[in-house]
Structures are given as C-alpha cells and as structure tokens.
T-cell receptor, first 113, second 113 residues
C-alpha cells in the first residue's frame, strides 16, 4: 500500500496562474479531505468528500475547487493563484465515520509570487 | 462557535521527564478526541483516539485522558526522549457522524538531552 500520495511535492506559481494538486489513495477510503497548514494557524479544512461524486466546503474554500470522480482520486484546483494561497497543502483519507483515524499525505509546499 | 484549542504553542522538557500537553474544547461535546504527531516537513500521523466514555487510554509510553467536566484532554509522554520532539495535534468532530475533523493548532514539544 502506498497510502496517500500527493504530487507535486513543491510548486512555485505566479499570481493568476492556475494549477491542480493531485491526491490519490489506495486504501479504498470513502472519505477524503484537503487541508492547508500555515504558521500559527494550524490545519484548516478546505474541502472534503464523503464519497465519489459528493463534495462539500470546509472552513476556507474560497479560491479552490474539488471534484471526486473516483474513490481513489481527489484533486484540488487553484483557479487563479494569489499570494495568500502560499501554504503547505495536505490531503487526507479515512474510512467513512469520523471517529476513524485519518491518513495524511506527505504534503505539497506551494509558493505564489 | 465550536473550538478546539491547544493553549501551549511550545513546550520544552528534559529527557526522562513526563511531557503533558493540553487540549481544550468549547461550545460542543465531542464524542471522541484524536491525537496526532507531526514531524517537520511531513504529514500528521495518528497516535491515539479516546472516546467520551473512556477516562484514559494507553499505548506504550503514551497516555491520553478525557475529562468531560473540565472539557479537556491531556496527552502524556512518559520517560520522554529526544526522538519524541515533534508537534502534537489534537483533533475532534462535533459528532460521530461522517463529519470533518477539526484540529487544534498544535504544541511543539522539544525534549532536551
């Protein structure tokens, strides 16, 4: 099992560019989520999905889109990058049911100039 | 609004001592609390889960308590070692349904040899 994988590991964007952060898991988990982590702010939920075809917004969804066409993949799209989106992004997955542990990917460090 | 807070941003202790980290919650009654460890440049890793009807949970040198009266969970590492140095995050959800985890900001533990 590879667990949760994320690509790329590092990315630099210019303001206004768009890109997609990839996330995949091979544990057949129904639940997947995206967090961003900033110094002093902790992990903040961007979007989450309880299964293929179902997504919902988290605490900080503005400027991001998600889709879930398969159980395995949950890409995060930045529509028009802004410096405020400079952060470390983590994808996570778990079995359905919120008491179960979450498995996190290694993260993507994004810098927007 | 529902909050989960870790009041100490950083904690320094001597090797061999017991480290105690605190997690408080306000405006809701979580059915459980989870604790994660995060090393620099990596994603969080699940350590322990404690449910509201459990007073204490242990795993090797780790112990977690859950006090619903004080609205608090304590995370203890006994006989601490420099390898225990990391950031520790607590997390919970307002209910045990399929809802997102909310994380505290974390406490950075440094164990000094």
């Amino acid at each position: 099992n590879a667990g949760v994988t994320q690509t790329p590991k590092f990315q630099v964007l210019k303001t206004g560019q768009s890109m997609t952060l990839q996330c995949a898991q091979d544990m057949n988990h129904e639940y997947m989520s995206w967090y961003r982590q900033d110094p002093g702010m902790g992990l903040r939920l961007i979007h989450y999905s309880v299964g293929a075809g179902i997504t919902d917004q988290g605490e900080v969804p503005n400027g991001y889109n998600v889709s879930r066409s398969t159980t395995e993949d949950f890409p995060l799209r930045l529509l028009s990058a802004a410096p405020s989106q400079t952060s470390v992004y983590f994808c996570a997955s778990r079995t359905s049911g919120s008491s179960y542990e979450q498995y996190f990917g290694p993260g993507t460090r994004l810098t927007v100039t | 609004s529902q909050k989960i807070e870790q009041n100490s941003e950083a904690l320094n202790i001597q090797e061999g001592k017991t480290a105690t980290l605190t997690c408080n919650y306000t405006n809701y009654s979580p059915a459980y609390l989870q604790w994660y460890r995060q090393d620099p440049g990596r994603g969080p890793v699940f350590l322990l889960l404690i449910r509201e009807n459990e007073k204490e949970k242990r795993k090797e040198r780790l112990k977690v308590t859950f006090d619903t009266t004080l609205k608090q969970s304590l995370f203890h590492i006994t006989a601490s070692q420099p390898a225990d140095s990391a950031t520790y995050l607590c997390a919970s959800s307002p209910n045990s349904g399929n809802t997102p985890l909310v994380f505290g900001k974390g406490t950075r533990l440094s164990v000094i040899a």
